[in-house]
Nanobody
Framework: HVQFVESGGGLVQPGGSLRLSCLPS??????VGWFRQAPGNEREMVAY???????TYSDSVKGQFTSNRENAGNPETLQLNSLQVEDTAVYYC??????????????WGQGTQVTVSS
């Protein structure tokens, strides 16, 4: 069973920033990243970064969020800038073990709440 160390959620005012961090115990994954889910909405992909450092973002956060990881043994970090109320959600870290691993086989963290409110 994969364990996750997630941190960095919290309450921030509109325009503020947060940094999320995720480290899965499974080690050498093809990709590590984040989904988010707001109340009443489906879970949506936010960003992920591959083993070789290639990052992918959803159109809704491109240019606003940045995913980074120094190497495969370090936590993946997601820098959230210019946060708006619509970014409020539970953010779930995930680990995709191999390129051919399907969504249903992803390993998931417990989630961390991000709340943007004045």
């Amino acid at each position: 069973h994969v364990q996750f160390v997630e941190s960095g959620g919290g309450l921030v005012q509109p325009g503020g920033s947060l940094r999320l961090s995720c480290l899965p115990s499974s080690g050498d994954n093809y990709a590590v990243g984040w989904f988010r889910q707001a109340p009443g909405n489906e879970r949506e992909m936010v960003a992920y970064i591959t083993r070789i450092g290639f990052a992918t973002y959803s159109d809704s956060v491109k240019g606003q969020f940045t995913s980074n990881r120094e190497n495969a043994g370090n936590p993946e970090t997601l820098q959230l800038n210019s946060l708006q109320v619509e970014d409020t959600a539970v953010y779930y870290c995930f680990a995709r073990k191999k390129l051919m691993t399907s969504y249903n086989e992803y390993d998931w963290g417990q989630g961390t709440q991000v709340t943007v409110s004045s």
